[in-house]
C-alpha cells in the first residue's frame, strides 16, 4: 500500500493550499484517514481525522480555517487550508486505517507546507 501526498508548496501568510493524498495497493477497504503535521522540533500532530462515513474532526488550532475531506470511490483524501499562518509551517503527512487482508497503519512520506512572507 502505498499513500502519496501532493499540493504542498510556499504559500504567504493569508493564503490557501489544497493538500492531497492518493491512497494505492492492493486495499480491500479504507477506515479512518487523517492529516498529521510535525514542524521543525516539535512533535507530530493530528490536524484533522475523518472516517468511513464522513464524520470529521479537528485540531482546535485549525478549526474554522481547514476543511477534510475524501473520495472513497477512488481512495483519495484531501486538506482544503484557508488564512494560513506561519504557525501552520510543517511536514504534512497523509494517515489511514487500510484493509490489505489484514488492517494496516499506512503513513505517507510527506509533503512540505511553507506559510511566509
Known amino acids: 500500500v502505498q499513500l502519496v501526498e501532493s499540493g504542498g508548496g510556499l504559500v504567504q501568510p493569508g493564503g490557501s493550499l489544497r493538500l492531497s493524498c492518493a491512497a494505492s495497493g492492493s486495499i480491500f477497504d479504507i477506515d479512518n484517514m487523517a492529516w498529521y503535521r510535525q514542524a521543525p522540533g516539535k512533535e507530530r500532530e493530528l490536524v484533522a481525522r475523518i472516517t468511513s462515513s464522513g464524520r470529521t474532526e479537528y485540531a482546535d488550532s485549525v478549526k474554522g480555517r481547514f476543511a477534510i475531506s475524501r473520495d472513497n470511490a477512488n481512495k483519495y483524501m484531501f486538506l482544503q487550508m484557508y488564512s494560513l499562518k506561519p504557525e501552520d509551517t510543517a511536514v504534512y503527512y497523509c494517515?489511514?486505517?487500510?484493509?490489505?487482508?489484514?488492517?494496516?497503519?499506512?503513513w505517507g512520506q510527506g509533503t512540505q507546507v511553507t506559510v511566509s512572507s
Open positions: 494517515h489511514a486505517i487500510v484493509d490489505t487482508g489484514t488492517w494496516e497503519d499506512c
